[in-house]
């Protein structure tokens, strides 16, 4: 029995300390900016089988009539669809399973993207370009991590101001980025910030 009450006695007093710790302490968000350099393209494409209709005079095809089709247009601007890979995963857990197709295609080059996209075909779909960015040496990521701190204490310095008390020691930085970064076409448009959270003492 006084093991158990030593031991809570231990745990009363380390939560005693922990709480005064934190009421002693700010936790500030601190960004920097980061520039993006692309290292994959990748456009996904879908492919629906084509119901025909005489109003609109439009003729029906099946997904490989489609698909030939697509593959005849890239050809004539040197890019071959054999280097499409389909997205099985994708087509399993459509709803038309059985009366489309999807497939992606990794490039490294913005002007085979154009080319791709640039095609208009009733019945087959870009459905997104999603973006890829070059992972981050160590290096880079230390500099980032020391302008969104140096921009967290301002932040702080800030806040503490305001509360009559001056900012004093980081206590714990916490680093929620990845080395790679993935976005689409419109994430892409967002400016890129790099965050971490800091934790400072209060004096």
């Given at each position: ?5 030593k031991?809570?006695i ?14 002693n ?15 994959t393209?990748?456009v996904?494409?879908e492919f629906r ?11 029906g095809?099946?997904?490989?009539e489609?698909?030939?089709e697509?593959?005849a247009a890239?050809?004539?601007v040197?890019?071959?669809?054999s280097?499409f890979e389909e997205?099985i ?6 709803y ?5 197709s ?7 080059s ?6 791709i996209i640039s095609?208009k075909?009733e ?11 070059k ?17 967290a ?7 503490a ?7 004093g ?5 916490e680093?929620?980025n990845?080395?790679?970064?993935y ?12 965050y ?5 003492s209060l004096?």
């Open positions: 029995m006084n093991l158990i009450k031991i809570l231990v745990f009363i007093l380390c939560q005693g300390f922990l709480n005064a710790q934190q009421q302490s700010i936790s500030v968000i601190g960004e920097a900016n980061k520039t993006n350099e692309i290292n393209y990748i996904n494409v089988e084509v119901i025909g209709d005489n109003y609109r005079n439009i003729k095809k099946t997904v490989s489609l698909e030939k697509f593959a890239l050809s004539r040197n890019i071959d669809f280097r997205d995963m994708y087509r399993i857990s459509s038309a399973y059985t009366t489309s999807f497939y992606f295609y990794k490039t490294t913005l002007d085979e993207v154009k080319k095609h075909i019945g087959v779909t870009n459905t997104k370009v999603d973006i890829i960015a992972e981050m040496t160590n290096e880079e990521i230390g500099k980032l991590s020391k302008e969104a701190v140096n921009d204490r301002k932040t702080a310095d800030q806040i101001t305001n509360i009559g008390k001056t900012v020691d980081v206590i714990q930085i680093n929620p990845n080395k790679y970064k976005y689409n076409v419109v994430a892409l448009k967002e400016p890129t910030k790099y971490v959270k800091v934790i400072f004096e």
